[in-house]
């Protein structure tokens, strides 16, 4: 019986150094906004979990809501312009 092994270094995967790289660390950086607001949202949330809801609490969510999808909506409205700054004009 034949064993099989990996006999080129291109076969086997290169050593993790556990860091993130530059453009991981940028692009957490763009996310950032939409990160928070979901912990917000999050926190919100979490807080009437053992309790009945207040008016206040019903606010509280409902405005973290708000800020989670305007992040979004920005994140999003953001990555689309990035995009079409990057495609060349005219018809193909």
């Known amino acids: 019986m034949n064993t099989i092994a990996a006999r080129h270094a291109a076969v086997t995967a290169a050593p993790v150094d556990g860091e993130p790289s530059d453009s991981e660390l940028d692009a957490i950086e763009v996310e950032m906004p939409a990160i928070l607001a ?15 809801p207040s008016e ?6 409902r405005r ?3 800020r989670v999808l305007a992040a979004r909506r920005e994140l999003a409205n953001r990555t689309t312009a990035a995009t079409n700054a990057t495609v060349s004009g005219g018809a193909a």
């Not at 206040?56 to 969510?61: A, E, F, K």
């Open 56 to 61: 206040v609490d019903h606010q509280r969510i």
């Open 64 to 66: 973290a809501r708000r």
């Open 38 to 52: 979901d912990v917000v949202l999050l926190d919100a949330q979490i807080m009437t979990i053992d309790r009945t």
